[in-house]
């Protein structure tokens, strides 16, 4: 059974990376599609693949960074779809690396731009909808330096913290008109950005390069567990789970039927003991 087969799901950075491997999880179990990315050449891949595999998938060009091409996007997808009933976004770069002191003002600032500015433009321009409707989710990818320090990565580090206590404090924005909105960790997978940290060198620290070097090797993390991940936060499932970070690796499935501790699985991750 295909038990999205009635939902719109929007992902950005939906070209590549973690952010395609969704939107085909997402697609095999029924979802209809926006995919939103910058490059025209890896949407037309991505369409391609969800619709040879019998999906339906609809294009959106667009960067995350402009909020007037976001607002267009999302505009397009509920006309062409009647409206967005999950939003996760993955767009996201890796941005310098590096010591900070070596690091180019604009680099770092590109960086935030990206990851946590263009999250926001998404937020706004599908929140009105959802609220209306009083129905929602938004998953948000956070990751590493998220939730614990990560030297040479400051950019990324501050970006990715920084959207999960933006999550959390729209969690509470949004609880009494029925959306829900969490950051998912998906943990190590072979993408772009693992060659990035590759390319560093010692840039990079010595600790990053090992682990890059063991996810090219492995592939890190399968799709399959990502998705199954994902799937639950976008599903009724979770209608009582909102403004929480939840890693891949967390034994996550105890969260559909236990009442959460309200510090677990937040920024200060405060574990049971």
């Not at 609809?58 to 397009?76: C, G, K, S, W, Y």
């Not at 890796?94 to 604009?106: F, N, R, W, Y």
């Not at 399968?222 to 994902?230: D, F, H, N, S």
Request: charged share 25%; glycine share 10%; aromatic share 4%.
């Amino acid at each position: 059974m295909q038990a999205f087969h009635d939902k719109n799901v929007l992902i950005t950075g939906a070209g590549r990376g973690i952010g395609k491997r969704l939107a085909i999880g997402f697609a095999a179990q029924g979802a209809k599609l926006g995919l939103l990315a910058r490059s025209k050449a890896e949407l037309d891949l991505a369409q391609l693949e969800i619709e040879h595999a019998g999906g339906i998938a609809l294009r959106l060009r667009a960067d995350v960074r402009d909020p007037e091409q976001i607002h267009t996007a999302v505009d397009r997808m509920i006309v062409h779809y009647g409206a967005i009933d999950v939003v996760i976004c993955a767009a996201g770069i890796q941005g310098p690396v590096g010591p900070l002191i070596d690091t180019p003002a604009s680099a770092w600032l590109d960086t935030i731009q990206t990851n946590l500015i263009g999250v926001m433009h998404v937020c706004r321009a599908v929140l009105p909808e959802m609220i209306a409707r009083r129905a929602g989710k938004i998953i948000v990818m956070s990751g590493g330096g998220a939730a614990k320090a990560r030297p040479y990565f400051t950019a990324y580090s501050a970006s990715k913290a920084g959207l999960v206590r933006m999550v959390e404090s729209l969690a509470e924005e949004t609880r009494e008109h029925n959306v829900q909105i969490n950051c998912m960790s998906p943990g190590g997978a072979y993408t772009s950005m693992t060659d990035e940290i590759l390319h560093a060198g010692e840039k990079a620290g010595w600790k990053e390069i090992e682990e890059a070097e063991k996810v090219r090797m492995t592939g890190g993390v399968a799709a399959e567990k990502q998705i199954e991940l994902a799937l639950f936060l976008a599903s009724q499932r979770a209608n009582h789970i909102s403004g929480k970070m939840v890693h891949v690796r967390d034994d996550w499935k105890k969260l559909e039927r236990e009442n959460v501790h309200a510090e677990l699985y937040t920024l200060r991750r405060v574990q049971k003991v």
